[in-house]
């Protein structure tokens, strides 16, 4: 009886070591497209976050002109447009950026996502 239980025992690890191994392989066959899948996304992402804060960007500069023009000025609303002009001009370049080492160096972005993990 005994004997049976080690004989079932070492075909059942036999087998879970045949599946990890196929797994394995499954897996690393897989990364490649992963991070292309990963890099693309990111890339869209941002290009469609700058697209956004362009549009804001624009808005801003096109109504505080129109405005400026149409009404007496107020302190208020200057102050208001700087604000939006500057948060739209800084989320731009930093959209902007990510999605430029995205294209040009794919592997630094990679690099420092990983470091990112591992903080």
Do not use: H
């Not at 469609?48 to 804001?56: A, C, G, S």
């Amino acid at each position: 009886m005994n004997e049976t239980l080690q004989n079932a025992a070492a075909d059942a690890i036999k087998k879970a070591i045949i599946a990890l191994e196929n797994g394995s392989e499954w897996l690393s066959g897989q990364i490649p497209d992963l991070i292309q899948q990963y890099l693309m996304y990111n890339l869209l992402y941002n290009l469609i976050w700058f697209f956004v804060w362009f549009i804001v960007f624009s808005s801003t500069i096109y109504l505080s002109y129109r405005w400026r023009n149409s009404v007496e000025f107020q302190k208020g609303f200057f102050v208001i447009s700087i604000f939006f002009f500057l948060i739209s001009f800084l989320e731009m370049l930093i959209c902007g950026f990510d999605a430029l080492k995205i294209w040009i160096a794919p592997k630094v972005f990679l690099l420092e996502w990983a470091a990112s993990l591992v903080k």
